[in-house]
């Protein structure tokens, strides 16, 4: 929430505020009904070119903490905290491989200012404007899109 606050005085103050990029919150590749594998907390879309960056918001709590550990060994909590982290790894690299969006993660540190999250978005917020034929590039992507049901 503290992001979307953010986002919509950026956009209330903005010169042209039409042009501002969508922060897009949740973004899910798979609907609705997928599983938060292909879930992003924040995408941004370039109008102009259609590149993207996602966010991901990864505090310890939700992204890599274990339980039950009063009766594992060290060596079993470091291969259960490992596979944890291999997989988080995972989905985040396929939202490059597989859908083309580098993802700038933050983890706990960085979640206790959402200040400087948001100062870092803002560089994806204020695209400057490419030439015509690169414009016309990207809006044959966008219009050769097939969302997957």
Not at 22 to 31: K, M, S, T, V, W
Not at 41 to 61: A, Q, R
Not at 105 to 121: G, K
Request: glycine letters at 4%.
């Amino acid at each position: 929430m503290e992001i979307a606050k953010r986002y919509c005085t950026f956009v209330q103050e903005s010169e042209n505020p039409l042009e501002v990029p969508l922060l897009i919150p949740e973004l899910r590749y798979g609907g609705k009904v997928a599983r938060h594998e292909y879930r992003l907390d924040f995408t941004i879309i370039d109008p102009f070119t259609l590149s993207k960056v996602g966010f991901e918001l990864s505090p310890w709590s939700t992204h890599g903490r274990l339980e039950r550990t009063k009766d594992k060994t060290q060596k079993q909590i470091n291969e259960e905290a490992q596979e944890n982290f291999e997989k988080e790894m995972r989905k985040l690299k396929a939202y490059f491989r597989k859908r083309g969006i580098p993802i700038i993660v933050y983890t706990d540190t960085d979640l206790r200012d959402p200040d400087a999250i948001f100062a870092n978005m803002v560089e994806y917020l204020t695209p400057t404007r490419m030439a015509k034929q690169l414009e016309f590039h990207a809006m044959e992507e966008f219009l050769a899109f097939k969302p997957v049901h």
